[in-house]
Nanobody, 122 residues
Framework: QVQLVESGGGSVQAGGSLRLACAAS????????MGWFRQAPGKEREGVAA???GRGSPYYDHSVKGRFTLSQDMALQMDSLKPEDTAMYYC????????????????????WGQGTQVTVSS
């Protein structure tokens, strides 16, 4: 049984930093595509960063590139945070091989955590 548990969320002022972690059981993060998504109230869930074995560097959404860093262990370092980064952040894992799919779309993934809230005040 796959279980994903996010941690590290919180409240910070604009320009601050947070580091999110994703504890995964039942899936080996180094063997499956895994990603971070976020969803703000009234908005669709959007891909933030993802990593797939054998595909080289992590993927980043243009809105976070240069500010967020995803490591192999699925830690998401978020720097220079902006109020628009405020959302619930979710860790996701794919069950099967990546194929040619886009790892920054939510339908690419099969398993989800419960989320951790990130709030950035101006």
């Amino acid at each position: 049984q796959v279980q994903l548990v996010e941690s590290g969320g919180g409240s910070v002022q604009a320009g601050g930093s947070l580091r999110l972690a994703c504890a995964a059981s039942g899936v080996t993060s180094s063997r499956r595509c895994m990603g971070w998504f976020r969803q703000a109230p009234g908005k669709e869930r959007e891909g933030v960063a993802a990593i797939c074995p054998g595909r080289g560097s992590p993927y980043y959404d243009h809105s976070v590139k240069g500010r967020f860093t995803l490591s192999q262990d699925m830690a998401l370092q978020m720097d220079s945070l902006k109020p628009e980064d405020t959302a619930m952040y979710y860790c996701a894992a794919r069950r099967g091989p990546a194929g040619d799919g886009n790892p920054l779309v939510h339908w690419f993934y099969n398993y989800w955590g419960q989320g951790t809230q990130v709030t950035v005040s101006s």
